[in-house]
């Protein structure tokens, strides 16, 4: 059960587009489409941002979009605005029945 | 409007126990598989547990395994947790959250401290 592998950390402008990455192995993301992002703020609870690869749930800005290839899956945040700022982990069903998440990357909008 | 409270956080020592409650509210909480995701402070997630709509099977974490027991009780719309022989490496926020192979709402949290 490894976590899956994000970049510490990532910033941008404000306006410009940003991509967090998401690498895990064939038993997880490479496996199965069960792949979300979520959003979370300080001291809050994390927000579903992108499910299953590329849905987007009722509410969240079409800025935010989610794709994948092989074993690797990707957020990417379009015209970042200051509410961007969070930190967003990735997450897989597993081939365990298990759910794994990345270790987290923190946004900075610059 | 879907709504998950958690309850029965607290401080307690190396090796004691402690039942965290999730009340689930806003949707038909039997159809659904839910889960248990903790935070230590400063930390990233983790699953920890989840459990299937009808509580027949079970899922762990390898970290909690026989040590953690995830029920439901579908009559009272609650999840629980029992954590037994707790280590310091269990202080975390613990989040009750609806569903396995997509997370997609949380409760807001409760806290368990693991300390002498």
């Known amino acids: 059960q490894s976590a899956l592998t994000q970049p510490a950390s990532v910033s941008g402008s404000l306006g410009q587009s940003i991509t967090i990455s998401c690498t895990g192995t064939?038993?997880?993301?490479?496996?199965?489409?069960?792949v979300s992002w979520y959003q979370q703020h300080p001291g809050k609870a994390p927000k579903l941002m992108i499910h299953?690869?590329?849905e987007r749930p009722s509410g969240v800005s079409n800025r935010f979009s989610g794709s994948k290839s092989g074993n690797t899956a990707s957020l990417t945040v379009s015209g970042l605005q200051a509410e961007d700022e969070a930190d967003y982990y990735c997450?897989?069903?597993?081939?365990?029945?298990?759910?794994?998440f990345g270790g987290g990357t923190k946004l900075t909008v610059l | 409007e879907v709504q998950l409270l958690e309850s029965g956080g607290g401080l307690v020592q190396p090796g004691g126990s402690l039942r965290l409650s999730c009340a689930a509210s806003?949707?038909?909480?039997?159809?659904?598989?839910m889960s248990w995701v903790r935070q230590a402070p400063g930390k990233g997630l983790e699953w920890v547990s989840a459990?299937?709509?009808?509580?027949?099977?079970?899922y762990y974490a390898d970290s909690v395994e026989g040590r953690f027991t995830i029920s439901r009780d579908n009559s009272k719309n609650t999840l629980y947790l029992q954590m037994n022989s707790l280590r310091a490496e269990d202080a975390a926020e613990y989040y009750c959250?609806?569903?396995?192979?997509?997370?997609?709402?949380w409760g807001q949290g409760t806290l368990v401290t693991v300390s002498s």
């Open positions: 959250a609806r569903g396995l192979a997509t997370v997609d709402y």
């Open positions: 806003g949707f038909t909480f039997s159809i659904y598989a």
């Open positions: 459990i299937s709509d009808s509580g027949g099977s079970a």
């Open positions: 064939s038993r997880d993301v490479g496996g199965y489409n069960y």
């Open positions: 299953e690869v590329s």
């Open positions: 997450s897989s069903y597993t081939s365990s029945s298990t759910l794994v």
